[in-house]
């Protein structure tokens, strides 16, 4: 079985924006509908950190039809000592955290999805 809908992900698109895309291009009210349906237990600001000893992509890869390790490309990797590997860089943990991520939404409307740590500081708002 696959989505009705199968939107392909945006380049350098967060697994969390792509999640939210593909839970609209299918009508659902909420992303939680499409992580039951494939198995996934997580917090909407918690899927980009998961962990592949912990989660399976599969059902999600078959489902949307984009590549398992595509998918996993999305997901900000851990390396220790408070530091992810996003985005071939290595970044502090903080750079990420939800209270600390600005995201304005004009520029979220206009792009459809939020791509990069670098793009926190808006040029069109100057937030």
């Not at 995201?103 to 409307?109: G, R, S, V």
């Amino acid at each position: 079985m696959t989505f009705l809908r199968r939107p392909r992900p945006g380049a350098n698109e967060i697994f969390s924006s792509y999640l939210l895309r593909l839970t609209q291009a299918n009508g659902y009210s909420n992303y939680q509908a499409i992580l039951d349906y494939v198995s996934i237990q997580s917090d909407l600001h918690k899927l980009n950190y998961l962990s592949k000893d912990s989660t399976n992509l599969t059902a999600l890869s078959q489902m949307t039809e984009v590549e398992e390790a595509q998918l996993w490309e999305m997901v900000f990797s851990e390396i220790g000592d408070r530091k992810i590997k996003a985005y071939r860089s290595v970044l502090d943990y903080e750079w990420l955290e939800r209270e600390k991520i600005k995201i304005c939404p004009t520029c979220f409307a206009t792009d459809g999805y939020y791509f990069s740590f670098r793009t926190s500081k808006c040029n069109k708002l100057r937030i």
